[in-house]
């Protein structure tokens, strides 16, 4: 078992119920745990998992603790083994919350590089999870959905840009001790996982970018729309009594949204990030350091004098504005490896809303060799 957890307070560090070492070692592998042995090691499994439990996942010290576990054939003892480490090692860094989607092919995935997969704003790890699953069983490939700073159950921060993004995702492979892995990313996170490419080059194995290019947003979505999408969440808050279960809330909030949302998947997909706290309902995005930092993320240069050789498949719904296939003379400019698909039928959430044929783009995709070779569009 792997836990990954942190501590608020550095003196957590030297307790002494993280530096547990094996009671006196069988000599037989026929051997017994005695009575005393299983008692000591009830004794410090319980302790153990307090420790780890009164973490926090936002703080600035952090420590991996990697649980081993050895049952001999007729034995009973347990060895734990703690290693700390300082947070420090990549400035401005995060550790972000993910969902691991397994392969079934336990043997094929140890050997090929991880997908890293991270959907766009507001999005959240678990409404990746259709997809990711999905491709882990296409791909035999591990599939990690992770949550974005500020999205999701990952860190919230005041500041939220492109090098800090990158940062983030460099943490979460070292931290997994993975050298290289094939990033997805859908619109605001195709942004970041672009920019990790350029910036991290030997890291990135391919790149899947979801419904958006290297060309500006629309500032009709960075003026407007985000402005008042953040604004509408905020006086929902004010429209909910703790009293409320989350069902009730989510239908007041509903009612609400469909004033000037239309889409009752666009509503869904918000309303997702709505739960209850211990005091009154509150939203899991930072919902302040994401209009506050929106310049940032919708920067037009961010990717200005770059480039990299990194095999690259953009998708596009074509009932969708964000991307068209006007716009891949300008990604090769960046990426020359790179090829656009455009889903017929598909709206901004090509993963989400034509998720085989997004599955079956990216296998064939990753079985490639390079991009001479067209991929259909579905």
């Excluded at 547990?20 to 153990?48: V, Y």
């Excluded at 050997?111 to 259709?130: H, Y």
């Amino acid at each position: 078992i792997a836990t990954e957890a942190s501590s608020k307070a550095p003196s957590k560090f030297h307790d002494r119920r993280l530096t547990l070492r094996r009671e006196k070692q069988p000599t037989h592998r026929s051997a017994r745990a005695t009575p005393s042995m299983a008692a000591t090691i009830r004794g410090l499994q319980l302790p153990l998992w307090a420790t780890f439990r009164s973490f926090s996942s936002s703080s600035t010290a952090h420590c991996r603790a990697t649980v081993a576990t050895y049952m001999g054939a007729s034995m009973g003892w347990h060895r734990h083994a703690v290693a700390c480490y300082s947070s420090n090692t990549i400035k401005g860094a995060v550790r972000l919350s993910y969902s691991l989607h397994k392969s079934h092919d336990a043997a094929t995935a140890s050997a090929l590089p991880p997908i890293v997969a991270s959907d766009g704003l507001f999005g959240r790890k678990e409404s990746l999870a259709p997809v990711c699953k999905a491709l882990a069983a296409a791909t035999g490939r591990n599939v990690f959905a992770v949550d974005m700073r500020n999205q999701g159950d990952s860190p919230h921060t005041e500041d939220m840009n492109y090098e800090l993004t990158t940062a983030d995702l460099e943490l979460f492979l070292q931290d997994r001790g993975v050298s290289k892995a094939t990033f997805v990313g859908h619109s605001l996170a195709g942004r970041m996982v672009m920019k990790f490419a350029v910036t991290k080059p030997s890291a990135v194995e391919r790149l899947v970018v979801v419904d958006t290019g290297v060309k500006p947003l629309p500032p009709v979505l960075l003026d407007e729309w985000l402005p008042w999408q953040a604004s509408a969440m905020e006086h929902i808050l004010s429209l909910l009594s703790p009293d409320m279960n989350l069902e009730q809330a989510r239908q007041v909030a509903d009612q609400y949204l469909s004033t000037k949302v239309a889409d009752p998947y666009v509503r869904s997909f918000l309303l997702a990030n709505l739960r209850k706290g211990p005091h009154s309902y509150e939203w899991q995005p930072n919902l302040k350091a994401l209009r506050r930092n929106r310049q940032a993320l919708a920067d037009p240069h961010y990717l200005d004098n770059e480039r990299s050789d990194v095999d690259a498949l953009f998708v596009a719904g074509d009932e969708s504005i964000y991307l068209t296939a006007d716009d891949l003379k300008g990604i090769k400019r960046i990426f020359p490896n790179a090829r656009l698909v455009t889903v017929k039928g598909a709206n901004h959430w090509v993963h989400n809303h034509k998720t085989e044929q997004f599955v079956d783009l990216v296998k064939d995709f990753m079985a490639a060799r390079r991009p001479e070779a067209p991929l259909q569009s579905p």
